[in-house]
C-alpha cells in the first residue's frame, strides 16, 4: 500500500516574534502489509514540516491515542523535533476526520482517502 499525505498549517502564532506564520507537509511512503486498522494503532511517524520561512523541521512522533466520536475519528500524536527548525521542542499534533467511513476498509475499493483538519503545537521553546 502507498500512504500519501498533504497538510497545510496556517495561522502560526508565535510568542517570540517569528515570522513563522505556516507550514506545508508532503509525504509518500510504501508500507507492505499495511491494513486500514493500522490506522488504530500506536505506532511511530515521521514528518517533515516545511515553513513559510524556507526552513525545515524533522519530527519524530507517536500516535498516543486513536478515538471516534460519532462520525469523527481523531489521532493524538506526541513528540520531539529532532533536527531543524526548532529542534528539541516538544510537539502534539491533532488530526480531525470528519465523517470518515471505515467500514469501507473492508471493501475491494479499500479506503481511498481521509480529509480533516490538524492543529500542531510546539512548546519547550525557551
Not at 507492505?32 to 505506532?43: F, R
Not at 512522533?61 to 460519532?70: A, I, L, M, P
Amino acid at each position: 500500500m502507498t500512504v500519501r499525505g498533504a497538510g497545510e498549517l496556517s495561522g502560526c502564532i508565535g510568542l517570540l516574534g517569528a515570522q513563522v506564520s505556516s507550514a506545508s507537509n508532503r509525504t509518500e511512503t510504501f508500507r507492505p502489509g499495511y491494513s486500514c486498522l493500522d490506522l488504530l494503532a500506536i505506532v511511530p511517524v515521521l514528518a517533515r514540516l516545511t515553513w513559510n520561512t524556507g526552513e525545515v523541521s524533522e519530527i519524530t512522533q507517536t500516535q498516543v491515542t486513536v478515538r471516534t466520536e460519532g462520525l469523527a475519528l481523531v489521532f493524538v500524536q506526541m513528540g520531539t523535533v529532532r533536527s531543524g527548525k526548532f529542534e528539541g521542542a516538544t510537539v502534539v499534533r491533532t488530526f480531525s476526520y470528519l465523517s470518515t467511513d471505515l467500514e469501507a476498509c473492508s471493501s475491494a475499493e479499500g479506503l481511498a482517502r481521509l480529509e480533516g483538519t490538524q492543529t500542531l503545537v510546539l512548546t519547550g521553546l525557551l
